[in-house]
């Protein structure tokens, strides 16, 4: 856990860098955060929307009473159950209209379900993050993911470990 501007993000403050790092090195125009919990991570893209030009975020948690009160009626915040056909199609509808790469980090209580539900509606180039390596997504699930989606190649697959989560491209 860590802050931001006194709001707790569910990420140490690498975890951070390493989010903002692939945003940047990858022109990413998009980032979608599944699981927004108290919001901390939500603010800290609110901000990057500011620097970034074309950047944009879209934050979907089912329990709306968790998120920052001072945020959650932003129209960054959407109260959805993930695994809804709703909330499916308006990430595909946001990452369709999205013009550079589009990130989507799942951050929620069923990290494999949210990788398996959401890889499929990437484009070429876009990129789909787990959070909680390993703990609640392990290297067998990566294992498999990387042999049953050849069209994913898994970056930084040596830094797992350190970085706490785990990464693919899709081709
Ligand atoms: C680990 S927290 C997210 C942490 C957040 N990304 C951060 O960096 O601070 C998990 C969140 O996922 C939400 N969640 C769990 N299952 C969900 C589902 N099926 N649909 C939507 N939200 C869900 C919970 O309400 C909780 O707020």
Redesign the pocket.
Known sequence: MSEFFGI????NDKQIGWIIQYIIKNDATLFV??????G??MNIMIFLKAALPDFDYLG????KD?VDSSKRCKPEFVC????TEEAVRLVSDKINSARGCAVV?C????KPREVLTYAPILRPRDIIMA?DYPGEILGEFADQFNTSHPDFTELDANKRDIRGMLVWRKR
């Open positions: 707790p993000v569910a990420q955060e599944l699981g927004v919990y108290l901390g991570l979907i948690d089912y329990n968790q959805l159950n993930v695994f980090y951050d929620d209580g069923d959070h």
